[in-house]
């Protein structure tokens, strides 16, 4: 294969149509990625909810890339739920953006192409979805480090302060992602809290869940966390940062898919990332659970150090001085996190799309009280998150849920 370089895009029909396993062999070979004459395998492993996806091999060096397409519908449901193909170019743009700040963080992007939503990119199969990963029991040691840095400078230098606020308008103008931003309004913070059409649990916890349903205290927090989704652009984020999204070995940490992009709040991933670590350790029994812990404590102890060192060296607001604003800052950074930690937690449990840590527990029983603590910390982390006031405090949350719900 060749260096890593970015390919522009080559003149070709430009009509959009599904790759195929051969089609995407062929746009590597008139892209010129492989040498000429290179015996290319091609297989299609997506497993997702939006996309095609298709690993090209050299036979005889084993070495790869990675073509990604858009479907112009949700996968997981089909085409009665159309989805606009640009999110294919927010997603190699976000790529390319969080590369200039953290490119030991996401994968190089050779090529990208708007009319066919295609995304071309390095190989990452010699690294596992830490998902997956955790779910074996795998530990992660640096996770929590490299996700701290990727989240603390991503967020810092496309934020107001560590970008001039007119070239930071300017950059969210080219992230505006409604679509699938209406898709993160909807499954994350609206279905799951109303009898909707979309939701999707076990008959078992039909009485768990109409008592979210009716419950006016929560809606009225689910509310406002909604509000500042809708309306807080601090940054530029990732938008589905769970550990699907996320490569994984004992040395290296890749972020990838973040076709859901777009300016936000600054709590957002922090809180997507939190929960999906939750959901783990829900899955797990207790004494396996302190892994998981460790990783939450040390992510924000990682962004908390690394947000604070670029804010004092590399802040362009004037009022980046004035005492007490960066604790203020990061405050309510903290708070939102756990607000958002707690409706993806719910979401992820009774909403349209499940993660295997919970759905693969095989005891049913076990199963469905390991969604009812889910249920009910997700709830708890939304309502009682003005009153935490660090991380230490979750893992008590935690026990106490847990506790609370044998006893």
Not at 33 to 61: H, K, M, S, W, Y
Not at 106 to 115: A, G, L, N, R, T
Not at 256 to 276: K, M, S, T, V
Request: net charge negative; glycine share 6%.
């Amino acid at each position: 294969m060749k260096g890593e370089f970015y390919i522009m895009p080559v003149s070709h029909p430009t009509v959009y149509e599904p790759l195929t396993e051969q089609g995407a062999i062929a746009l590597a070979i008139r892209l010129g990625l492989f040498p000429e004459g290179t015996p290319l395998a091609c297989r299609e492993i997506g497993d997702g909810n939006l996309n095609l996806v298709f690993r090209v091999v050299d036979q005889q060096t084993k070495k790869g890339i990675i073509i990604k397409q858009a479907l112009p519908y949700a996968k997981v449901v089909g085409e009665s739920w159309p989805l606009t193909l640009k999110r294919s170019v927010i997603e190699s743009n976000a790529l390319r953006t969080f590369a200039s700040y953290v490119p030991q963080y996401v994968p190089k992007v050779y090529y990208s192409d708007e009319s066919l939503a295609i995304t071309v990119m390095e190989d990452l199969s010699h690294l596992q979805i830490a998902r997956k990963g955790l779910i074996e029991g795998k530990t992660y040691p640096l996770l929590s480090q490299h996700i701290g840095e990727f989240i603390a400078k991503t967020l810092f230098y496309t934020s107001d302060f560590g970008m001039n606020q007119q070239e930071k308008k300017q950059l969210a103008q080219s992230f505006v992602n409604p679509e699938l931003c209406k898709i993160t309004e909807d499954l994350v913070f609206t279905d799951p809290f109303f009898d909707h059409e979309t939701n999707n649990f076990e008959d078992e916890l039909r009485n768990d869940v109409k008592a979210l349903w009716d419950d006016d205290k929560l809606h009225l927090e689910v509310a406002k966390l909604k509000h500042k989704f809708l309306t807080g652009g601090d940054a530029l984020i990732h938008g589905d940062l769970h550990t699907g999204s996320i490569f994984a070995s004992d040395e290296e940490t890749k972020i990838i898919d973040p076709e859901f992009a777009f300016y936000g709040p600054f709590g957002f991933d922090i809180g997507q990332f939190f929960a999906n670590l939750l959901l783990n350790a829900l899955s797990r029994p207790e004494q396996q659970q302190e892994p998981l812990f460790a990783h939450i404590d040390k992510t924000w102890n990682v962004f908390v150090s690394v947000f604070s060192d670029l804010w004092h060296s590399h802040n362009v607001e004037p009022y980046a001085k004035t005492e007490g604003l960066l604790e203020e800052v990061l405050h309510y950074v903290f708070i939102d996190a756990i607000g958002f930690a707690g409706c993806e937690v719910i979401r992820r449990t009774i909403g349209l799309a499940h993660v295997a840590d919970l759905d693969g527990i095989e005891d049913k029983e076990e199963r469905l009280q390991a969604k009812r603590h889910a249920l009910r910390l997700g709830r708890s982390l939304i309502l009682q998150r003005e009153t935490l006031s660090s991380t230490k405090e979750i893992r008590s949350l935690f026990a106490q849920t847990v506790l609370a719900a044998t006893n």
